[in-house]
């Protein structure tokens, strides 16, 4: 079978490889769709401290289950999630399970970048595999995982009543949370972003204003216009650029938080005015990844018309095609989400 990953700095390759098997308490799923995310271009650009493992955001028909793996049948159609905490440690115990020390060590095998993969059985166990209503199309359910990071996040900011929200960056997971915050209840959702394509994007799903951050002044006014110059309850960082985070720090109103969403450059320090922050009462709060009860969330409200995100697919590639497909993701002049299609997709 075909396998896409990391060749080296800058450098993909597809390569064959043996296909694999169940074990006790496994599954294996033919790859019918996988997202192409921010974090796997920083992976291949050699800017992200982590395992090397491409490819997060799969869905796909079970192909093959382990005897003892109840409640799931081949021929299923699924969303697998590739990282699930332990739920016994400190941290799961504080609720802050995408924080549990081994939720990045879990991984599904060998990536979703594959013809078919692997899910292991804490994976199976602990509740990472979602059965596909019929009504979500595979393109859509690649959706579900970066859907589910910016509903994780929101939960860990508590959107408060009829809130304002400025979004830095509309990138295709800076899109997905407006559109969740939207959904959510927010009373106006405002944001920057450079690519007009994605301006358009978001202002098609319900944004209240997308102007473009080189601008001057813009993302001020229109905050100022829609907060009576007090500031927005919540301003998203969604991209890896730290002046945004600057930006975002002077966009919230007294008592605010600012959410440090997207995966910042390595080693990026923070250059803000400490005592403003103090005397204001700006919160600063990081959240990374997702876990399974957001992502079921973001599937109900799929499922309900609640929420609209399968427009924001823009490419779809097969997994031979890999190489062009991070090339169209890494151009947001002409692509919001791309996503690779694997083996499954025409079932
Ligand atoms: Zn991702
Ligand atoms: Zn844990």
């Not at 597809?14 to 996988?34: D, I, K, S, Y």
């Not at 229109?222 to 991209?239: H, K, S, Y």
Request: glycine share 12%.
């Amino acid at each position: 079978m075909k396998f896409g990953r990391l060749a080296g700095p800058g450098r993909l390759e597809v390569v064959e490889r043996p296909e694999p098997t169940a074990g006790a308490g496994e599954l294996v799923v033919a790859m019918a769709a996988c997202g192409v995310c921010g974090t796997d271009l920083e992976k291949l650009r050699g800017n992200y401290q982590s395992a090397g493992v491409l490819g997060h955001e799969p869905v796909g028909r079970v192909k093959e289950v382990a005897p003892d793996v109840r409640d799931l049948r081949v021929g299923d159609r699924v969303f697998v999630h590739h990282h699930v905490p332990c739920y016994q440690c400190e941290v799961c115990a504080r609720g802050d399970f995408t924080f549990c020390p081994s939720y990045a060590k879990t991984n599904l095998d060998p990536g979703g970048f594959s013809d078919a993969f692997r899910v292991p059985a804490e994976h199976v166990a602990r509740g990472a595999v979602l059965v596909l209503d019929r009504s979500v199309d595979w393109a859509t359910g690649a959706l579900l995982e970066p859907a589910g990071c910016a509903l994780t996040a929101l939960h860990r900011v508590g959107l408060p009543k009829q809130a304002t929200v400025f979004v830095l960056g509309l990138g295709p997971v800076g899109l997905l949370y407006a559109r969740l915050a939207r959904s959510l209840g927010a009373a106006w959702v405002g944001g920057t972003e450079v690519a007009p394509l994605r301006r358009t994007a978001a202002e098609r799903g319900g944004i209240d204003v997308a102007v473009d951050p080189r601008e001057e002044g813009a993302a001020r006014r229109e905050v100022d216009r829609a907060t009576q110059g007090r500031g927005v309850d919540l301003a998203v960082v969604a991209t890896g650029h730290p002046a945004v985070l600057r930006d975002a720090t002077r966009l919230v109103r007294r008592g605010g938080t600012v959410n440090l969403f997207g995966l910042p450059d390595a080693g990026s320090r923070l250059d803000a005015d400490l005592q403003d922050l103090y005397l204001r009462g700006v919160r600063l709060l990081p959240s990374y990844a997702t876990t399974e009860p957001d992502i079921a969330e973001v599937h109900r409200r799929l499922v309900a018309g609640e929420l609209q995100i399968s427009d924001l697919v823009t490419h779809r590639l097969p997994l031979a095609e890999l190489e062009e497909a991070f090339r169209r993701a890494g151009r947001p002049d002409t692509a919001v989400k791309v996503v690779v299609t694997g083996p499954a997709a025409a079932s």
